[in-house]
DNA sequence: CCCCTTCCTG
DNA sequence: CAGGAAGGGG
């Protein structure tokens, strides 16, 4: 990732900027999802000439200028505005407009002010353009599977596909487990209400199409202002590092515009956002846009991490279709993955049970798909859930658990069509989990919002990291909700946590923390097994650092201590808390010293010639177990 | 018996 | 971390 654009870095990504004007690398690009974009085109360059590239070709494609919306389409253009708005086919759409292409792309960066001027202003236009546009044109490259090609790491396929997982959660669960269609929700039972839906749906959809025209305007005020504004700031600001000075500016004022546009155009789709959810959701759980915009942690991290990303996307893939899902390009995940690394370095062979499954239908949005579910414009995840009562209920019933977290947002699968997806047993087979560490490197840091905090409701951050659950959720798009039949690395990390508080946990103990494990012996021994396995590795540290103690000539007890500096707590941290996003606990330490005090002890007494020697201490240390919090009930801490 | 734990091994 | 053996309680 490039965290910092270096001056080559930038100088690079203007070049690569002009060399992927090339229209046969851009359109298609462009044109197809959100999800391609990313991992092809940032490796070479900063996020903003990415935008800049992409509203360049939206340009090309949208040349006419009027609203496909509002307006009927010129014939000549009628192509090129329906590949880039309604996307009937993408090979089409990528061999189209090759021909003009030059034109814009090219003078962009050689020619001076004029076509400079116009591109500009075009980009605006465009980026308008395409807001209004349907949504249609985006989806349809997110819905082919080809376009997995496009990325070549692992860590991006999984990412789109958790991606298009998640955009389908709201949606599957707009209806009974029964098993809806892939398409419409549309049974007979409840046509009428269906229909009224619609209608308020395209309402809201005329209403933001005349919003985003008014904003259209409004950003070719602000664009003009701005403009002039550059124009004289080139002036003074020479002499900067860039080398280019066209390019610099270019790059500045870019930024700016993007700055606002970014501004305005997600201030404005929230407002869309708003009002259509005023309609949809009927109970009073209100969120603010913002909440909706960035229900995920991931998202929400993200604004954090990588905000101009962030809200470069979501500038720009609003949508006016329906306001309810809102996608999430890769960028997200771009920066999650600079966040960690190290994900998927191991392999997960984790064999987990067959999803549990509860019909829990009626957790669904009331929103209605005009379109095939694969093809939600908006990635809304989570916040939609979050208005169904049953949820809420279900939360109170087993606490905003793992049911979220430990398989966090698993959207509902693609072909839920298939019947066997939705009614497997509850107990089918229990077989052992094999969870390798986890490199679950989400923040445990407990975030509880009276309860039920989003954290509780999904934890996106927690990829999905084992194919065998993976399958399973796409096949069962109920899952997410439901209670586990298998433990995940999610439950790992937690026992890990855990440890911290408690080496002996009672089973008891384990039933009450793992609430949205679905118990059985299997489980349980696994469970045990595993703090078994913590202690295991416990006491050979202990043991360890003691006799390195005894080595090293420490005579007296006191002079042994363990803090947060010590080597000993760092390889148990490393170890219990790999990611080390959790605070551990001051008794922990003080527990990891007096283990310590026990072991150097018993070494110095020789007590270690006894076979048993060890127990005495186990049975010392067994009742220094403290509680664990009762945060560890929810999934925040997943 | 069953449950749980440790120990050992892979 | 999982499997399995062995042993100690209830």
């Given at each position: ?18 060399e ?17 974009e990313?991992l ?7 996020i ?28 000549d ?7 880039s ?23 962009e ?10 591109a ?13 546009g ?47 269609g892939?398409r ?39 664009y ?31 930024q ?15 407002d869309?956002?708003?009002r259509?959810?005023?309609?949809v ?6 969120l ?49 993955e ?63 658990h ?110 009450t ?34 006799r390195?103690?005894?080595v090293?000539?420490?005579s ?10 010590s ?15 959790f605070?551990v ?54």
């Amino acid at each position: 990732m490039n965290l910092s654009l270096s001056d080559q870095n930038v100088h690079n990504s203007s070049e690569s900027c002009l060399e992927d004007d090339k229209p046969d690398v851009m359109l298609p690009c462009f044109r197809r999802s959100m999800y391609d974009e990313p991992l092809a085109s940032y490796s070479n360059g900063s996020i903003i000439s990415q935008l800049l590239r992409k509203t360049i070709h939206n340009k090309r494609a949208l040349d006419e200028s009027h609203f496909y919306l509002s307006s009927s389409t010129a014939a000549d253009s009628g192509q090129e505005d329906q590949s880039s708005v309604s996307s009937k086919d993408s090979t089409v759409e990528a061999a189209s407009p090759s021909g003009h292409i030059s034109t814009g792309a090219s003078p962009e960066g050689e020619h001076p002010m004029a076509d400079h001027l116009q591109a500009k202003r075009a980009r605006v236009e465009n980026i308008i353009r395409v807001m209004a546009g349907s949504p249609n044109g985006r989806q349809h490259g997110d819905s082919e599977r080809s376009d997995t090609d496009a990325r070549d790491t692992r860590e991006a396929r999984e990412a789109y596909r958790e991606n298009k997982r998640k955009q389908r959660l709201p949606q599957h669960q707009e209806h009974s487990a029964a098993g809806q269609g892939s398409r419409k929700p549309g049974s007979s039972d409840n046509c009428n209400t269906k229909d009224e839906e619609c209608h308020k749906l395209k309402e809201q959809l005329h209403s933001m199409q005349r919003l985003l025209r008014q904003l259209q305007e409004k950003f070719l005020q602000v664009y003009n202002q701005e403009d002039t504004e550059c124009d004289n700031r080139d002036e003074v600001e020479t002499g900067t590092e860039n080398d280019i000075l066209g390019e610099s500016t270019e790059s500045r004022e870019s930024q700016n515009l993007q700055e606002t546009l970014k501004h305005e155009l997600s201030r404005a789709v929230n407002d869309c956002v708003d009002r259509v959810f005023k309609k949809v959701s009927p109970t009073g759980l209100d969120l603010s846009p913002q909440q909706r915009m960035c229900s995920s942690p991931e998202m929400q991290m993200n604004m954090g991490a990588d905000r101009k990303s962030q809200q470069a996307s979501s500038a720009l893939e609003p949508q006016a279709e329906e306001a309810v899902v809102k996608p999430r390009s890769l960028e997200y995940y771009d920066s999650s993955e600079a966040q960690s690394p190290q994900d998927q370095t191991e392999a997960l062979a984790l064999v987990v049970r067959k999803p549990a499954v509860t019909p829990l239908s009626s957790v669904t949005p009331t929103v209605k798909r005009p379109y095939p579910v694969h093809q939600a414009p908006f990635q809304f995840n989570y916040s939609t859930p979050l208005h169904d009562s049953h949820i809420l209920e279900h939360l109170l019933k087993y606490g905003p658990h793992s049911n979220f977290g430990g398989l966090p947002c698993m959207p509902p699968s693609m072909d839920r069509t298939s019947p066997d997806s939705v009614d497997l047993p509850w107990d089918t087979i229990a077989m052992r989990s094999k969870v390798t560490s986890s490199h679950l490197g989400h923040h445990p840091r407990p975030s509880s919002l009276g309860g039920v905090t989003v954290d509780n409701l999904c934890l996106p951050h927690v990829k999905i990291e084992c194919g065998e659950l993976q399958s399973m959720a796409e096949r069962n798009p109920y899952m997410s909700l439901n209670i586990q039949e298998g433990l995940t690395p999610s439950h790992l990390k937690k026992a890990k946590l855990m440890f911290f508080y408690t080496r002996y946990p009672s089973s008891n103990v384990l039933k009450t923390f793992f609430p949205d494990v679905k118990f059985n012996r299997c489980i349980t021994s696994q469970l045990i097994k595993w703090f078994s396995n913590f202690r295991e590795f416990y006491y050979i540290q202990m043991e360890k650092f003691a006799r390195q103690a005894i080595v090293d000539g420490i005579s007296d007890v006191k002079d042994i201590t363990v803090s947060r500096d010590s080597e000993l707590f760092r390889a148990l941290n490393m170890h219990y808390n790999k990611a080390n996003d959790f605070h551990v606990p001051d008794r922990f330490l003080e527990v990891a010293e007096i283990t310590l005090h026990e072991f150097y002890n018993a070494i110095s007494a020789a007590k270690d010639s006894d076979p048993s020697w060890k127990k005495a201490i186990y049975k010392v240390i067994c009742k220094l177990d403290s509680d664990v919090p009762e945060e560890f009930k929810t999934s925040s801490y997943l």
